[in-house]
């Protein structure tokens, strides 16, 4: 399985930005995906993820209410819209996808992960 992220850049604090990571090689619709940010010097920490129906979603509550997860399964593509921007949601972000099917446990495929970063 092969994950590519896209859609990082630098912007301003309040801009948006949307994160894409188009999946490749694997199975896409009966799978959970999910969205990780690692910050320079710190450990990768998860964003927001996503089970396969896009019933269950989950956001860690740092991002809660700007941030908002979703998958296409026609384009085997998730996404990460990332709105009202702060300097310290600066980070490389991760897309991944879940171990077992339908719910998300733990990462079993990581993307190469695409650079955000956020000027005040």
């Known amino acids: 399985v092969q994950l590519q992220a896209s859609g990082g850049g630098l912007v301003q604090a309040g801009a948006s930005l949307r994160l894409s990571c188009v999946a490749s090689?694997?199975?896409?619709?009966?799978?959970?995906w999910a969205w990780f940010g690692q910050a320079p010097g710190k450990e990768r920490e998860f964003v927001a993820s996503?089970?396969?129906?896009?019933?269950?979603?989950y956001y860690a509550d740092s991002v809660k209410g700007r941030f908002t997860i979703s998958r296409d399964n026609a384009k085997n593509t998730v996404y990460l819209q990332m709105n009202n921007l702060k300097p310290e949601d600066t980070a490389v972000y991760y897309c991944?996808?879940?171990?077992?099917?339908?719910?998300?446990?733990?990462?079993?495929?990581w993307g190469q992960g695409t650079l955000v970063t956020v000027s005040s």
């Open positions: 991944a996808r879940s171990a077992q099917p339908v719910w998300w446990d733990t990462a079993r495929y």
């Open positions: 090689g694997g199975p896409f619709s009966t799978y959970a």
């Open positions: 996503i089970s396969s129906s896009g019933e269950s979603i």
